[in-house]
T-cell receptor
């Protein structure tokens, strides 16, 4: 089955700096790669996603890149703000099945 | 608003006492999922339904069962909860049976086992 590894597990940045979270996946048939943000005690919420026919996607301060050959994808958050503090999960999907990475706890210091 | 609803939000049960968690959706999505999420871990898929077709993950314990009586509702039954089953249980839905589509999560039910 699919295996998704996510790094780092914790990330602390200063407000205004950029944050980068990286994930690798094992199943070359995976074709959908969402990123979820989860605040303490709340549901995971989709913040951005990318499909396998696209190499990069951007939405305001958030961008995702995908390298299918190397089987890795990354989340980039620019101009971080304290409200960006949360746990971020990457995931890879083949068919209906989402496999999550282990999560990254992002802390943005004011 | 179209959404995924879970009840109750908090559930306390005794060791070994059966418990049922419920999920409903107004999105009319074909696929419904149940995830278990323990503290500081990623959600772990227990099973999913594509319409009425049930798909069980290989490592989901037999203690966990599910029912989907219609498109809108899905239930998670834990037959004999153990202390290790204490977790957040998340229901999710998606539209596209072929995958490559967003999963919409409910707010979760936090289960405590005493």
């Amino acid at each position: 089955g699919e295996n998704v590894e996510q790094h780092p597990s914790t990330l602390s940045v200063q407000e205004g700096d950029s944050a980068v979270i990286k994930c690798t996946y094992s199943d070359s048939a995976s074709n959908y790669f969402p990123w979820y943000k989860q605040e303490l005690g709340k549901r995971p919420q989709l913040i951005i996603d990318i499909r396998s026919n696209v190499g990069e996607k951007k939405d305001q301060r958030i961008a995702v890149t995908l390298n299918k050959t190397a089987k890795h994808f990354s989340l980039h958050i620019t101009e971080t703000q304290p409200e960006d503090s949360a746990v971020y999960f990457c995931a890879a999907s083949r068919g209906n099945m989402l496999t999550f990475g282990g999560g990254t706890r992002l802390m943005v210091k004011p | 608003d179209a959404m995924v609803i879970q009840n109750p939000r908090y559930q306390v049960t005794q060791f070994g006492k059966p418990v049922t968690l419920s999920c409903s959706q107004t999105l009319n999505h074909n696929v419904m999922y149940w995830y278990q999420q323990k503290s500081s871990q990623a959600p772990k898929l227990l099973f999913h339904y594509y319409d009425k077709d049930f798909n069980n993950e290989a490592d989901t314990p037999d203690n966990f069962q599910s029912r989907r009586p219609n498109t809108s509702f899905c239930f998670l039954d834990i037959r004999s909860p153990g202390l290790g089953d204490a977790a957040m249980y998340l229901c999710a839905t998606s539209r596209d049976p072929g995958g490559a589509d967003e999963q919409y999560f409910g707010p979760g039910t936090r289960l405590t086992v005493t």
